[in-house]
């Protein structure tokens, strides 16, 4: 990731725009994610579980 600083631009600012950049790609997301092994089995139950949430997000939703 690479954040060019800008005329007259304070450290901060510019540290606080990379991290905007960061979190926008989703890098830390994704390294916290593959910081243990999860097997196969787990991630299909665990997108399961999410897509019944989701189904019941947007039936509450509807009513």
């Known amino acids: 990731m690479k954040v060019i600083a800008r005329e007259d631009e304070s450290f901060e600012s510019l540290l606080n725009r ?3 950049d960061v979190a926008k ?9 593959k910081r ?7 991630l ?18 509807e009513r």
């Open 44 to 61: 299909r139950r665990e997108k399961i579980r999410a897509a019944e949430r989701k189904r019941r997000r947007r039936a509450s939703r």
């Open 36 to 42: 243990h092994f999860t097997p196969k089995s787990e």
């Open 25 to 33: 790609s989703g890098i830390l997301k994704d390294m916290k994610k």
């Open 18 to 20: 990379f991290k905007k």
